[in-house]
């Protein structure tokens, strides 16, 4: 089955555009340019991943992607011809996972699109499971559990929590993160992983009751701290 892609744009030479690059790839192709449309189409086609540019004619792309992430984690990469950090960064916190800023390469989206894929889809399908007091994250399910609550986490966030926890004690820079868990080089947007750091202490409030908690090495990175 081929894999399904939403591609919300209201700009008709990028949806032909990218579409194109996309059939080729072998993609199952949606369109929409508006975001009325695009929470339709998401409902009624089940995309596996979705392009969602930022400035969209009735509802922007913004409320499109928070109302997807209300039921949904399925990956969106957000399209924005915007390239202050100040959207940048509003977007991954509305909880899409990557973003891509117009004009881009269509080979560059390509490889955002196949490495965002890569990380939902893990090539392993056996359970790798963490545990600690008041916290399970399962690699292998996608799922976290915290206080004994299944906990509505976006993938991206999962995953830095998951490499994060998987060495506890050891330091790694904004850089090594985004290496490691993002997968590709981000080269000059290491607030992308402190904007999902910001997240995850919101989300694991009282881990340091537990006896760990996500610290900062101030000038160096972040750790999972076990005590």
Known sequence: MKTKILLVDDDPNIRQLVKLYLDKEGYDVVLA????EALQKFKSDNPNLILLDLMLPGIDGLQVCREIRAGSNVPIIM???????????????????????KPFEPKELLA??????RRFQPAETTSKELSFPGL??????????YKGKALE??????ELLYFLASHPGMVFTREQLLE??????YFGE???VDVHIKRLREKLTEGESFGWEIKTVWSVGYKFEVK
């Open 33 to 36: 340019e508006r975001g009325d």
């Open 79 to 101: 399209l924005t011809a915007k390239d202050e950090t100040f959207d940048k960064v509003l977007g991954l916190e509305m909880g899409a996972d990557d973003y891509v800023a």
């Open 112 to 117: 955002r699109i196949k490495a965002v894929l």
């Open 136 to 145: 399970t994250v399962d690699i292998g399910r996608y799922v976290v559990t």
């Open 153 to 158: 986490m976006p993938p991206k966030e999962l």
């Open 180 to 185: 490691k868990v993002w997968g590709y080089d």
């Open 190 to 192: 290491s607030r992308t």
